[in-house]
């Protein structure tokens, strides 16, 4: 358990790390940018997936 409490805590850590690092290498713009545009991307899977999802479930009905 306090092994994945500490994965827990330390993943948004690392996470918030890298992202400054990555503003610092190439800018604040293209790193906003391409959080966004990551973010418009998952989005978009999550949508097409659950979709597809959706539909097996009403045709295994």
Do not use: C, K, Y
Not at 16 to 44: E, Y
């Amino acid at each position: 358990m306090r092994v994945f409490l500490l994965l827990f805590l330390l993943f948004p850590v690392l996470e918030l790390f890298l992202l400054v690092r990555v503003g610092m290498s190439i800018g604040f713009l293209w790193t906003f940018l391409l959080v966004v545009a990551t973010s418009m991307l998952g989005l978009f899977v999550m949508r097409v997936a659950g979709f597809a999802t959706a539909l097996r479930a009403r045709e295994s009905l």
